[in-house]
């Protein structure tokens, strides 16, 4: 009966769109807590950060009926990248899976209708997502920490706690990446990859862009480049994602968003325009005036001299942190050739 359920389950997931979709066990995940509590000891300043993943180790704490832990895959690379929006934002946050609009919202509601047809409790989410998919043999991890699987890693793990006994697997990681790869770890803007499974958090690009208090420190702002909302660097350069993203579909409103896009439009925005088109989709950051920030710095790490009218706009502006950035900014403009454009 447990094994008739859990290939009802993950047919279904499968009939619905998702490209995979394994079931494991609920026990705790200690190699998760081991990496975590590591990572704390050896970069402390981000211990606040890391902390908060310890409460997703024990998953009957997230629901305390539950019996197995269903986990899908969701390809998002699989959408028409308009315009070359993805070198300001990275392309998970294109796709967001979340948004109401989605594809994959779509499924997932379904997904979730049927398990209230089948009699099944379930809690959402609330578990090492990218560990939970390596354990349920749906996944493997690379070196730059992502999840990967034979569409390489432009997907999103989703997982459900269910109050129903069904067939479980459990299985350990086994290592994709080319014997001797680095690439991901020699690409990484920042150095946040100091090495295979290691990372400095507080350097990341995207925890920079929508995470970070303050002004960025100016110890990153060329390395960060156009980057505005997250990066896409690691996997990018990844032999395992070679020629793995198919542009077959169009994201519901992602066009119309790209034809409002430009930095000047970001950097001039108002509360209306940011609420309607930025953070409606981009919902990481409240923060209007650090997009505006982010802005200014892939302005200036442009070179392009048109720019020199925002920077100075942001150095009488009331924000410190557009203030600093636009001073900064011009700084990096003085050395413009003339006729840069």
């Known amino acids: 009966m447990s094994k008739d359920l859990s290939q009802k389950i993950k047919q279904k997931a499968k009939d619905?769109?998702?490209?995979?979709?394994?079931?494991?066990?609920?026990?705790?995940?200690?190699?998760?807590?081991?990496?975590?509590?590591g990572r704390i000891k050896v970069y402390p300043e981000a211990e606040s950060?890391?902390?908060?993943?310890?409460?997703?180790?024990n998953p009957r704490e997230r629901f305390s009926n539950a019996k197995a832990l269903v986990v899908c895959i969701w390809r998002y690379g699989q959408y028409k990248i308009p315009d070359d929006i993805d070198q300001y934002i990275g392309k998970n946050y294109l796709f967001d899976g979340r948004k109401k609009y989605s594809d994959n919202y779509q499924i997932r509601k379904e997904f979730e209708n049927y398990m209230d047809e089948l009699s099944i409790d379930y809690r959402k989410g609330g578990v090492p997502d990218r560990w939970a998919a390596v354990r349920a043999g749906v996944g493997n991890f690379g070196k730059n920490n992502f999840t990967y699987t034979d569409y390489g890693s432009w997907i999103n793990v989703e997982t459900w706690l269910i109050d129903k006994k069904?067939?479980?697997?459990?299985?350990?990681n086994t290592l994709l990446c080319p014997e001797g790869c680095r690439e991901c770890i020699k690409a990484c803007p920042t150095g946040t990859l100091e090495a295979p499974f290691k990372m400095k958090a507080l350097s990341c690009i995207p925890y920079l862009t929508y995470n970070?208090?303050?002004?960025?420190?100016?110890?990153?702002?060329?390395?960060?480049?156009?980057?505005?909302?997250?990066?896409?660097v690691c996997q990018?350069?990844?032999?395992?994602?070679?020629?793995?993203?198919?542009?077959?579909?169009?994201?519901p409103y992602l066009e119309d968003f790209v034809s409002k896009f430009s930095l000047t439009k970001i950097f001039k925005m108002d509360k209306e325009f940011f609420e309607n088109e930025v953070y409606s989709r981009f919902f990481y950051s409240d923060d209007i005036n650090r997009w505006k920030?982010?802005?200014?710095?892939?302005?200036?790490?442009?070179?392009?001299?048109?720019?020199?009218?925002?920077?100075?706009?942001a150095v009488d502006?009331?924000?410190?942190?557009?203030?600093?950035?636009?001073?900064?900014?011009?700084?990096?403009?003085?050395g413009c050739l003339p006729g840069d454009s």
């Open 16 to 37: 619905l769109g998702y490209i995979d979709c394994g079931i494991t066990d609920i026990s705790p995940f200690q190699k998760f807590e081991e990496k975590v509590k």
């Open 49 to 57: 950060f890391y902390e908060n993943m310890l409460n997703r180790i």
């Open 166 to 172: 069904v067939e479980t697997v459990h299985q350990e």
């Open 212 to 232: 970070r208090k303050g002004i960025t420190p100016e110890r990153y702002r060329e390395d960060m480049g156009l980057w505005l909302y997250g990066c896409d």
């Open 236 to 251: 990018n350069v990844c032999p395992l994602n070679k020629n793995k993203w198919e542009e077959k579909k169009d994201y």
């Open 293 to 313: 920030m982010n802005a200014l710095r892939a302005m200036a790490n442009t070179g392009k001299k048109k720019y020199i009218s925002c920077m100075k706009e």
């Open 317 to 334: 502006s009331e924000d410190e942190r557009l203030q600093e950035m636009g001073n900064w900014g011009l700084g990096k403009f003085s």
